[in-house]
């Protein structure tokens, strides 16, 4: 079970769960095409981000698997949020979790993504005591693999044409990185 201490400090920036008067910074990220290009829902309306906001406010704690986490990225001189991480506890079992990120392109190529999700890795290895964590992407996402990569994460698989997302077949590649492998960092 995992209930951080809140906010989460980085060196650049902070991380908290989401607020209800998060939702214009939310609405700004989700509604745009070329941030959800790569994922598997399209650029949002304000009711979609309405509901993916009462989503984010109530994802503050894992405490089973199947559980998510998922947590505002602010940036603290601003106090503006730019984008989320999560953790998704996938197997009690076989001790495996899984990190994503979404980010707001204004502030993409300043390691910002990395920062973030190299907390969701000490929260899932640290905290949670898990063997192993994946990052799955669209295969196009040059960037988002990039970001795996600079954590550390070892490229594990390329599915070909793996799953429709938005009617086209998609490839998808998974970056994976076990719990020996992070404290030997």
Do not use: C
């Amino acid at each position: 079970m995992i209930r951080p201490d809140y906010p989460i400090r980085t060196p650049r920036l902070t991380l908290r769960p989401y607020r209800a008067d998060d939702f214009d910074a939310l609405y700004d990220i989700q509604s745009r095409p070329e941030v959800t290009r790569y994922l598997l829902f399209g650029a949002r309306n304000r009711d979609e981000v309405r509901k993916s906001l009462r989503e984010r406010v109530a994802a503050t704690e894992l405490d089973d698997e199947g559980g998510t986490l998922i947590l505002a990225v602010v940036l603290p001189e601003t106090g503006g949020v730019i984008g989320d991480v999560v953790l998704f506890w996938r197997s009690r079992e076989h001790r495996l979790g899984e990190i994503g990120y979404i980010f707001h392109p204004d502030y993409g190529g300043q390691g910002y993504a990395t920062e973030a999700a190299q907390v969701m890795l000490r929260l899932g290895f640290d905290e949670l005591g898990l063997h192993r964590i994946i990052g799955r992407v669209d295969a196009r996402n040059t960037a988002s693999a990039r970001v795996l990569e600079r954590l550390g994460m070892r490229f594990e698989a390329h599915f070909i044409q793996n799953e429709i997302v938005k009617g086209e077949w998609t490839d998808e590649i998974v970056f994976a990185m076990l719990e020996d492998e992070w404290r030997a960092r």
